[in-house]
């Protein structure tokens, strides 16, 4: 059931996150912190409610000290932490997020390209994510696929190999149909709310040709696509700022395509629980709804079930 394209790429996804030094030292202590949120016998209520208490569990391998050093390192799991969770809440759709640039299609990469000039430079895109298109090849397990030609990057990825070729030419050819969202991911709020602001700005308005600054290379642009997001998430870690409508970050992330989110409860006009971002723009990904889809998924995340990469 659960050996479609979309599974196999957040199953590469997933265990890239595990291979990182940062993460597998920060998961021994959350992987206790967020079992106490999820409870015995969780359901898939308090699945998506860890959007709730995802600040809590990201502090829990916080220090006292905000070197520069120390920051990089947060940030780095604070991404980590947000790409695993979407994942969780996203099994068995065919929305995958995804933290290493590499592993995007090279399409959905060329997209995302600002010029500016001569020059080109990817967006702070802390994750991407991929609403994969609502046709055959994403939909049913890829044994049940008509492969007639060995040499088709179909034949390959049906071993349950992940193909970066297959990946490759699917975004290509069926460019149109992807969704895109691009998600930046910032521990501190009010030194960096400047920046998803002016990027967005830039997308929105799909490059400024007076200044010579252009959205997309090799053809491919994300007007282009079924759907583009830019959104913000955030701790925050600055833990004593009082935010409110008025708070000049709070406006700065206001009207982002994708919307304003952190790892907390929702507090009207200021932030959103990142268990809204679903719900909010990837809702065209799941299978049936996002509550029906975990709830489907549930068995296959214990140590023997497909899902068992999570790691719970």
């Known amino acids: 059931m659960y050996n479609t394209i979309p599974d196999l790429y957040r199953k590469a996804s997933i265990e890239n996150l595990f291979k990182t030094p940062t993460f597998q030292k920060c998961w021994a202590i959350w992987k206790p912190e967020i079992h106490k949120f999820l409870g015995a016998n969780f359901s898939e209520n308090e699945v998506l409610n860890l959007g709730d208490h995802l600040t809590t569990i990201f502090q829990s391998t916080g220090g006292a000290g905000r070197d520069q050093g120390e920051l990089s390192a947060g940030g780095t799991a ?4 947000v790409c695993w969770y979407i994942n969780l809440c996203t099994v068995g ?8 640039m590499s592993l995007v299609p090279e399409a959905i990469q060329n997209a995302i390209t600002v010029n500016y000039g001569n020059f080109a430079c990817n967006t702070e895109s802390d994750i991407t994510v991929i609403v994969f298109p609502n046709l ?3 939909n049913i397990p890829l044994a049940e696929l008509e492969v007639h030609n060995n040499h088709h990057p179909l034949s390959t990825f049906r071993k349950g ?3 970066f070729e297959l990946s490759g030419f699917l975004a290509e050819r069926d460019f149109q149909h992807f969704e895109i969202g691009v998600i930046q991911c910032k521990t501190n709020w009010n030194d960096n709310a400047q920046i998803p602001m002016l990027w967005d700005m830039i997308y929105s308005a799909n490059g400024f040709s007076g200044r010579n600054i252009t959205i997309g290379k090799n053809g491919f642009n994300i007007h282009d696509a079924n759907k583009f997001t830019y959104s913000f998430v955030t701790v925050p870690s600055n833990q004593n700022a009082i935010y409110n409508s008025n708070s000049v970050c709070v406006k700065r992330v206001t009207n982002l395509s994708g919307g304003n989110f952190w790892g907390k409860p929702t507090a009207q006009h200021v932030a959103r629980s990142l268990k809204e971002i679903f719900t909010n723009n990837y809702l065209s990904g799941f299978r049936n709804n996002i509550r029906n889809d975990i709830r489907t998924a549930l068995p296959e995340l214990q140590p023997d079930g497909a899902f068992s990469y999570f790691g719970l």
Do not use: C, G
Request: charged residues 35%.
């Open 136 to 138: 055959q090849e994403y």
């Open 161 to 163: 190999k992940f193909n």
């Open 93 to 100: 759709s065919r929305t995958v997020a995804i933290k290493k």
């Open 78 to 81: 604070w991404e980590s932490l």
